[in-house]
Nanobody, 123 residues
């Protein structure tokens, strides 16, 4: 199993930017599709974005398309989520997750999860 630790969350004003990081240990990140999910209070965990092993496939949820960018640095065993033009509705706990080899977007298919990092967007 790969262990994941997220960082980079915080409290920002609407329109600001944040960059989340997800550092992996235990196994090489290059073997895993990396996913980003979020969960707001009272809501189910939802897909935000994912990135394939080599970075060539990067699906996004419609709600973040054009504002968020997912990336990875396999040499550093780290995945990133760059979030721009943040909105109030982006407020949630953000989780990174790892799925062995193949692409996925459902939380159910990701086997390893980080502890989450809080992102709060204020007006």
């Amino acid at each position: 199993q790969v262990q994941l630790v997220e960082s980079g969350g915080g409290l920002v004003q609407a329109g600001a930017s944040l960059r989340l990081s997800c550092e992996a240990s235990g196994r090489a990140l290059r073997l895993y599709t990396m996913g980003w999910f979020r969960q707001a209070p009272g809501k189910e965990r939802e897909f935000v974005s994912a990135i394939s092993l080599g970075g060539g496939t990067t699906p996004y949820a419609d709600s973040v398309k054009g504002r968020f960018t997912v990336s990875r640095d396999n040499a550093k065993n780290t995945a990133y989520l760059e979030m721009n033009s943040l909105k109030l509705e982006d407020t949630a706990i953000y989780y990174c997750a790892a799925k062995y080899l193949t692409m996925g977007t459902s939380p159910a298919v990701f086997g390893s999860w980080g502890q989450g990092t809080q992102v709060t967007v204020s007006s």
